[in-house]
């Protein structure tokens, strides 16, 4: 009976860590990144940062630097950000245990795209360096806001069963908010930012 009490706990173990690996990845990453770049210095924040300037002749930045951060304080923030977004799928009844995977891969190359537009036509600021996952947090906050608001049964025919949810909205909506004021201090980027949160919209749609 022992036993087959520790295959039970063993298998709802297994079932919990397999549902969570999508918060866990990404927070992985980025804390790896952090030791590697901040601690050991192994590469710069430069070396692995968006610059819109060298993103076509180094396009490995556009997979780095979104995992990249300036220090604890902004490496906390996000994963604080994850921990929301977390909080509001479970909310929204997420049936997709890869959702948040999905968004990932789907927002770094839009919200490069959309950076590197802002950046050649609107802010004209080529040379400015870029790191953080704050970005991608926008864009599923973004995504979350309107799937709460009108449901989000399927992302390109992928089931992932988004319900309508009123708290979520209220909660998205001030957290979009107050995220774009804060956009505005010093060494924020405000085009990141919107980046971000267009990019979000865009998968919505889709």
Not at 22 to 32: E, G, K, N, T, W
């Amino acid at each position: 009976m022992l036993f087959n009490n520790n295959i039970i706990k063993s298998f709802f173990i297994l079932r919990n860590i397999k549902k969570e690996a999508q918060f866990i990845i990404p927070s992985c990453l980025c804390f790896l990144l952090f030791i590697v770049v901040n601690l050991t210095h192994f590469y710069l924040v430069s070396d692995l940062s968006y610059w819109s300037s060298y993103i076509i002749n180094q396009p490995y930045r556009i997979l780095s630097y979104s995992f990249v951060h300036k220090d604890i304080n902004h490496l906390l923030s996000n994963l604080f950000g994850i921990i929301v977004v977390r909080y509001c799928f479970i909310n929204l009844k997420l049936k997709n245990i890869f959702l948040f995977l999905y968004l990932i891969i789907l927002l770094i190359p839009i919200q490069t795209f959309l950076l590197f537009m802002m950046d050649s036509f609107l802010f004209y600021e080529r040379n400015r360096a870029l790191v953080g996952f704050s970005g991608i947090i926008f864009g599923t906050v973004s995504f979350i806001l309107l799937s709460s608001l009108y449901g989000k049964q399927y992302i390109f025919n992928i089931f992932i069963g988004l319900n309508k949810n009123n708290e979520i909205y209220r909660l998205t909506t001030v957290f979009l908010s107050l995220g774009v004021v804060y956009s505005f201090l010093p060494s924020i980027s405000l085009s990141g930012h919107i980046a971000g949160i267009l990019s979000g919209f865009i998968i919505f749609i889709f």
